[in-house]
């Protein structure tokens, strides 16, 4: 059976306390941090740089998932890795070149993630696969928490795991996007191994995150 794998989104946390958050997180089972950057242009909303990804890093040893949707990305690589990021995955849209970009990232010795936005191909990182650490399949359009999931991803998911078994590649399957109780395991058994979620673990069962986190992982 394989192993599933929960990186809850601190977008959900409460922002006033989010190094104690992050003890909680990592004491209830989580065994990532994801940190949700956007830039206000490549999606519609505002969230951290690395000043707060760099002072919430002493809270947890943990691998900090860092899914940059800012544009251009490049440039800022550099920083979200000095930052304390573990995991670094960017968008094909954000980039002028995506094989620079994927070894900007390894030449940091970080994991390297790619994600597809709902409506963006397989086609559009498929050449990369063998480079990769993690893809992350978007189940929203990025921006904002909260979302419901477009079922839609279900037969993308399928498809990538199909790509990953033929080709024995090793990268995670990550989801991200409206995942709650009643899709999670439909989401799992489409081929995914990673769930990220923050209001279903930060609110469902009056916030019993160990209860939410140990839930999303069975199947």
């Known amino acids: 059976m394989k192993k599933i794998k929960i990186s809850p989104s601190i977008l959900s946390a409460d922002f006033s306390q989010l ?4 003890k909680n997180l990592e004491n209830s089972g989580a065994d990532m941090i994801h940190v949700d ?32 949707m800012i544009n251009p990305v490049h440039k800022y690589i550099k920083d979200y890795a000095e930052s304390g990021a573990d995991i670094i995955t ?35 990182i498929e ?5 990769i650490d993690l893809v992350l399949v978007m189940s929203v359009f990025p921006g904002f928490g909260g979302q419901k999931f477009i079922k839609d991803v279900l037969k993308k998911i399928e ?3 199909e790509i990953k078994d033929k080709n024995s590649f090793k ?15 439909e989401v799992l058994e489409a ?11 930060f609110k469902e069962n009056n916030g019993d995150i160990k209860k939410n986190i140990n839930f999303l992982k069975t199947i």
């Open 90 to 124: 960017i968008h094909p849209e954000a980039t002028t070149s995506l094989q620079e970009s994927i070894d900007e990232i390894k030449k940091f010795k970080k994991k390297v993630g790619l994600s597809l936005n709902p409506d963006t191909k397989i086609e559009v």
């Open 191 to 201: 081929g995914a191994n990673v769930l990220v979620s923050g209001t279903t673990i």
């Open 127 to 131: 050449k990369y696969l063998d480079q």
């Open 159 to 161: 498809r990538i795991s």
């Open 19 to 22: 190094g104690q958050e992050i």
């Open 171 to 185: 990268f995670d399957i990550e989801v991200d996007g409206g995942i709650n109780f009643s899709n999670f395991k």
């Open 37 to 68: 950057v956007m830039d206000g242009h490549f999606v519609p909303n505002l969230t951290i740089g690395p000043p707060v990804i760099k002072a919430l890093r002493k809270y947890t040893n943990i691998p900090f998932d860092v899914h940059l």
